[in-house]
């Protein structure tokens, strides 16, 4: 039995803005059936025994010292820039 529709793929499509054409929709069906069948018989496993984890290595603090620094004055920050305005980087409108 299909775990997927092809209905459910191009709803699923469609809420992600993507164009399928019917044969693109009938892969793509079959893919996530398969991928979904896969998941379900993975969450099958007893899994009882197995303590919830963050990580699956024991971690100790991973965190740096903070280390003052010279840090770089805006001449210098902004000498690389293609353009400045106003002290500051200026970049293109993103529309």
């Given at each position: 039995m299909s775990m997927i529709s092809k209905d459910d793929v191009k709803h699923v499509a469609k809420?992600?803005?993507l164009e399928f054409n019917e044969e693109q929709a009938d892969k793509m069906t079959e893919q996530l059936d398969k991928i979904l069948a896969h998941v379900a018989n993975i969450s099958k496993?007893?899994?009882s025994a197995v303590l919830p984890t963050a990580h699956t290595i024991e971690i100790n603090n991973v965190f740096r010292e903070d280390i003052v620094k010279k840090q770089l004055s805006a001449k210098e920050a902004l000498s690389n820039a293609p353009e400045e305005y106003?002290?500051?980087f200026l970049v293109p409108k993103i529309d």
């Open positions: 809420l992600a803005e496993a007893d899994t106003k002290g500051g």
